[in-house]
Nanobody
Framework: QVQLRESGGGLVQAGGSLRLSCAAS????????MAWYRQAPGKGRELVAVIITGGNTNYADSVRGRFTISRDNAKNTVYLQMNNVKPEDTAVYYCNIKGSAGLGRYFEVWGQGTQVTVSS
């Protein structure tokens, strides 16, 4: 089994910064995509940013230029650096990781979610 541990959420003022982390542990042979999603109250879950094995990234239009996703393969960890945050960034943020446990076994796991609240 693979477990994820998220950290870094909290309360921040508009224009401030926050860094989220998500560390994976367990039966991991390799990790492919690592991503962050978010879900605001009354809305569906949306993709915020994704980083693939080769390091290519993609962002939602609403966060491009303000958020940066990165990964540390040695630590099986993905980060989301959030700069110049806005009240509309308020949401529960979830990490999502896809990979292989070896021997033809693949996994996709979700973090437990971390609350980010941006005050105006």
């Amino acid at each position: 089994q693979v477990q994820l541990r998220e950290s870094g959420g909290g309360l921040v003022q508009a224009g401030g910064s926050l860094r989220l982390s998500c560390a994976a542990s367990g039966s991991i042979f390799s990790i492919d995509n690592m991503a962050w999603y978010r879900q605001a109250p009354g809305k569906g879950r949306e993709l915020v940013a994704v980083i693939i094995t080769g390091g290519n990234t993609n962002y939602a239009d609403s966060v491009r230029g303000r958020f940066t996703i990165s990964r540390d393969n040695a630590k099986n960890t993905v980060y989301l650096q959030m700069n110049n945050v806005k009240p509309e960034d308020t949401a529960v943020y979830y990490c999502n990781i896809k990979g292989s446990a070896g021997l033809g076994r693949y996994f996709e796991v979700w973090g437990q979610g971390t609350q980010v609240t941006v005050s105006s």
